[in-house]
């Protein structure tokens, strides 16, 4: 008699399935709840295992060996994908990095081939030019870390090239915000401006031509105010616009940023806060949905050094949190 185990979420589909492939006198002769295949396993999914038997010849036993050994490979690969949904990733975006891994480096995958497969299904979700527009501009809700964003683009700029970036101040709410980027370019040796209203904002951009960056108000964008300057900015052209967004933020509350400032027409996001957060695995399903690429990252408040420019590899570690990795700036 040929015996042969099949499992499957119910009884039901498990006798269907053993009686379309042996036929409709096949014998059960046991049924029992196992751990389920693969990754879902793993998290601890339980399905149903028919054992059934037919009068039929076994199959020649090279194929049995070949399936062995591709059901292997399947095990390692479903490893894999079990791992990275355990750290956040979706079902799908997982599969597709377990099947982009050769079978020898799905088995005991180490961190860094993780990292290298995470990073080649996620490349398209960070700004690759480094190129500045002349016009930077910066806007988010309140307390995301706009101010010192700008502060060490500015900074790590004067360090790095000799070159100068201007700083303006577009916030008329908060005297102390201004005051703070004030600081910042004293202490840079960077152009400073005010531009307290949409009219004043809307000069200030027409003139020179050295970059600006432009910090927006940290207030809510339903603010009528606020709402005039986000239009403006939306409409005119030669302007680059960032969305600053902090780490921990959870996915229904992006979506709602997002939304938020749509009139602005955010080209770039920045994730702010990346030490304050254990992984961004929660966001990546909405910023592939909206394509939004992410300019950079910051991780700290130093001035200028918690700021880096987004890469593949960085993205790939904050969401495997791999915090070494981050905090050694992989570039």
Not at 137 to 159: D, H, L, N, S, Y
Not at 208 to 231: C, F, I, K, Y
Not at 273 to 302: C, H, M, N, V
Request: overall charge positive.
């Amino acid at each position: 008699m040929y015996l042969k185990k099949f499992c499957k979420p119910t009884v039901r589909e498990a006798l269907q399935a053993a009686r379309a492939e042996l036929g409709p006198d096949a014998l059960v002769l046991a049924t029992e709840l196992v751990a389920a295949g693969g990754w879902r396993g793993w998290l601890g999914a339980r399905e149903v295992q028919v054992t059934a038997g037919a009068e039929r010849e076994a199959p020649a036993s090279r194929p049995a060996v070949t399936e062995r050994r591709r059901t292997d490979t399947d095990a390692s690969r479903d490893g894999v994908a079990a791992r990275l949904v355990a750290c956040g990733l979706s079902e799908s975006l997982a599969d597709a990095v377990a099947g982009s891994l050769a079978p020898g480096e799905c088995r005991g995958a180490s961190l860094s081939t993780l990292r290298r497969g995470v990073a080649a299904q996620i490349g398209d979700l960070t700004a690759a030019d480094d190129k500045y527009a002349r016009v930077e501009v910066f806007v988010g809700p309140p307390g995301v870390g706009k101010t010192t964003t700008i502060a060490k683009i500015a900074a790590q700029e004067r360090a790095r090239r000799g070159q100068t970036l201007t700083m303006v101040a577009a916030d008329a709410f908060r005297a102390g915000a201004v005051e703070q980027l004030r600081v910042y370019a004293d202490v840079i040796g960077a152009p400073f401006r005010i531009a307290r209203t949409a009219e004043e904002l809307d000069k200030a951009l027409e003139g020179g031509r050295q970059t600006l960056l432009v910090d927006t108000a940290g207030r809510s964008a339903s603010d009528p105010n606020v709402r005039e300057v986000l239009r403006l900015i939306g409409r005119r052209k030669g302007i680059r616009t960032h969305l600053v967004l902090a780490a921990d933020t959870s996915p229904a509350s992006a979506r709602r940023i997002l939304d938020t400032y749509q009139d602005a027409r955010p080209e770039r996001l920045v994730i702010t806060k990346l030490d304050e957060a254990e992984t961004l695995s929660p966001l990546i399903t909405l910023l592939r949905e909206r394509a939004l690429p992410i300019s950079y990252f910051t991780a700290g408040q130093r001035v200028p050094e918690d700021l880096d420019r987004a890469t593949p590899a960085l993205l790939a570690s904050a969401i495997l949190r791999d915090r070494q990795s981050i905090y050694a700036r992989v570039q």
